[in-house]
C-alpha cells in the first residue's frame, strides 16, 4: 500500500473522494470544535452546535482537488504542542474555516441590522424536540465566551488557532489568507493581546472532557407549548384555508413573529434559591447568599420569560451591558435573586456567580422588555449590599440586602447634616430615592441602548455615567448598616453611578508620623465626610461599571506666604473588570479642590501601587506663582527638571516659577528607587 503523500506536478493535492472523507470523520471532533468557536457567540448554544456540524459535513461534497497553499510546518517541540495531525488535514480546516467566517458576511449593500440571508447559511441537521448544548464548562466557559464575545470572526479564529490549539504564528497566518481573512497579521495581533484570563479559561476548558460539541447533552423543548401546538393544529389549519379563500388582493397577512420560546436551557424550575437565613451561616457573604424575595418569585411564567429574553432577546428589547460583561445564554446555577413589581414594572434580578441580571417588562400592554447586565463577581459584604431595581422621575429605588439592618440617606456634599432613615418595605426595597444617575441618559439601566432591532444583538458599552448638568449642587448617597448577626454593625457609604450595583465609598486619613501606613475606612467618620464634600462631585465623570472609590489623603503641608494648609489626595476608582483609574486632587484653603492630574489603568494609590507623588501650580495672594509637589509617606526626596531645577528633601517641595511653567517632577524613595509623578498636570 502506498503510505506517501502524492502530488500531481501542478501542485494539486491527489485525494480521491474515499481519501477525504476518512480524513474529515478522523478530525471530526476537533474540526467541529473549531467551527463551534469561530461562529458568532450571539447564537445560542444549540443553534452553534448544529450550525458547526453542518459546516464541518459540508466541507465534503463538491470536493475538488485544490492547490496547496504555502505553509510553514508546524514546530513541534514537545508532545503537549498539538499537530496538524490532531487539528485535521490542511484542507479540511481552510474549509471548514472559511465557511465559519463567512457565517456573518453580508453582501454589499445588506443591512447590518438584518441577519446574512439564509442563502449564504448551511443547511443545518434538523432536530426535532430536542435542544442540544455542550455540557456546561463552569466558570471557564463563561469567560471564555466573554472574551470572544467582543471580537471578529476573523480574531475568534485566530485566538483559537493561536492560543488554545497553539499552532505557530506563521501557519495561523497563512491559513486566515487561505480560508479568506482580510486582515490575517492584524486578527493575529488582537488575538495575542487578549488577557491571560481568557488564555487559561480556553486552554483549561477545551482540554477538559466537559466541554465537547461533539458529546452534547439534551433537553426538551416547552412541551406545554408542544402540546398545545398539536392540539391547535387542525383549528389552524382550517383557519387558513378559510383565511385563503377570503383573502383580498391586497397581499395582506398576519404578523408571523412568534412569542420567544424557552430555549431548554435554564427553566423557572431549576433556578437556585438559597436558604432565607443561609446570609448568617455561612463565610461567604455576597450575592450567593441573597435568598429569593419579591411577590412574584413563584411566578413560573414570569421567570420562564426572563430566562428565555436573557436567551435569545425578541426583537424589540432594550439589551445594555456595562464595559466588559458577557451576554449569553445563562448557564445552569442561575441563581433567582427577585422577582416582584416595581413601579409599574415587573422585575426579575438574576445571578450566575459572575453576572448580575435585571428583567424587567410593563404591567401595561404596548410597552418593550428591558434587559440589563452587570458584572458581580467577587462581590463582598459592602459591593453587594443593594442592587438599584428601578429608576423613575429622578429617583431611584434600591433592594438591599438581606444583612441590612438599617438604611438611610445622606447628601455628600453637606457632611454637617444628619443621614435621614429611609423606609424600606418587607420585601427589602427602599422607598424612591433621588440619585445622581437617575435623571441622565441612563435611566432605565446601566449603559442602557435603544430598541434592539435585530434580536439576539447586543447594544453597545457605555463608557461613563452621566455627567451632572449645571453646577452640581448636591450629591445623594445611601448610608447602610450590616446586622449584628455578621459582624460589629458596620455602616458604609453607597451612591448611584448609573449601574445596577451602586459604588462602595472609602476614605483613607493622612498618615500619622511614623506610625503605620492607614488602610481603607468607611467614609462615615467626621473627616472622611469632610473630604468626600470636596470630591463627589467629580464623580459623574466615572464609568457605570465602577465598583469602590477611595478617597486617599496623602499629604497635608502649610503653603508659603503663611497661606494656610493645602491637602493633598488621590481619588481611586476600581472597576469590577479590574482596571482602575485615579485623579489626584489640590485643595488650598479658601478655595475649590481642583484636580491636577489622571492617570488611567493604573496601580497607583492602591494596594499594589502605595507611593505616589504629584505636583500644582498655586498663586500666593501677593501674586507670586509657586510650583507645589508632595508625595506619600515613603518619598524621602523630590525633585524638579525642566524649566525649573529644584531639589527638596522629604515629603514636600515648594519653589518659585513663573506661570505655566513645563516641569518634571519626580521622587526618590526612602527604600530605593525612583518614583515618577501621576499622570500629568492639568491647566490651572
Known sequence: MVTSQRRSPDGRERLTLHEAEAGLVEHYTALVRLAYLTLPPSLSRHRRVLTAHGLVQRALP?????????????????????????????????????????????????????????????????VWGLRLFPRAGGREEIALGQALSGLSADVRAAFVLSRADELPDAQVRALLEAAGAGRPDRSLRVARQLDAPAVAAAQTLLRSAEFNACSVQTRPTDLLRRRQRYRLTGAVAAVVAVGALVLTATGSAPDQRLAPSAVGQVTAAGLVRAPRTEWADTSRVDFTAWPPRGGRAGDRGLLDRALATWSRPPRGTRVSRTPGTFTGPPPYGTQLLYAGEVDGDAVVLLHDGLRTVRYSEPLSPGGHATLDFARTDSSDVTTAAALVVSRTHGAARYLTAPWIAASATRDLLRPDVRARPVRVSTEGITEPLPSPAASGPHASGSATSGPDASGPATSGPATSSPSTSGPCASWPALQLRSSARIDEQDTFLVTDLGGLVPAHLTHTPLPDGAAPA?????????????????????????????????????????????????????????????????????????????????????????????????????????????????????????????????????RVLAVRAPANTQAQVSARLAGGGSLAEVGRSAED
Open 518 to 650: 492607614h488602610q481603607p475606612r468607611e467614609a462615615t467618620g467626621t473627616a472622611a465626610l469632610a473630604s468626600w464634600a470636596r470630591t463627589a462631585c467629580h464623580l459623574a465623570g466615572l464609568p457605570v461599571d465602577v465598583r469602590a472609590v477611595d478617597v486617599w489623603d496623602f499629604a497635608g503641608h502649610p503653603l508659603p506666604e503663611r497661606a494656610g494648609r493645602a491637602v493633598w489626595s488621590c481619588v481611586r476608582a476600581d472597576t469590577w473588570r479590574g482596571p482602575g483609574e485615579v485623579s489626584v486632587r489640590f485643595t488650598a484653603p479658601g478655595a475649590t479642590a481642583r484636580i491636577v492630574a489622571r492617570e488611567r489603568a493604573t496601580a497607583a494609590c492602591g494596594r499594589f501601587g502605595p507611593h505616589v507623588v504629584a505636583s500644582a501650580a498655586w498663586r500666593a495672594r501677593s501674586g507670586h506663582t509657586y510650583l507645589l509637589a508632595a508625595g506619600s509617606r515613603a518619598v524621602s526626596g523630590i525633585e524638579v527638571a525642566g524649566a525649573v531645577r529644584a531639589w527638596q528633601k522629604g
Open 62 to 126: 463538491g470536493f475538488r482537488l485544490r492547490k496547496t497553499a504555502p505553509r510553514v510546518p508546524a514546530q513541534r517541540p514537545g508532545p503537549a504542542r498539538p499537530g496538524p495531525e490532531r487539528l485535521g488535514p490542511a484542507w479540511a480546516r481552510e474549509r471548514v474555516l472559511r465557511a465559519a467566517l463567512a457565517y456573518e458576511r453580508r453582501p454589499r449593500g445588506w443591512p447590518k441590522s438584518l441577519p446574512p440571508p439564509r442563502a449564504l447559511r448551511p443547511m443545518l441537521p434538523v
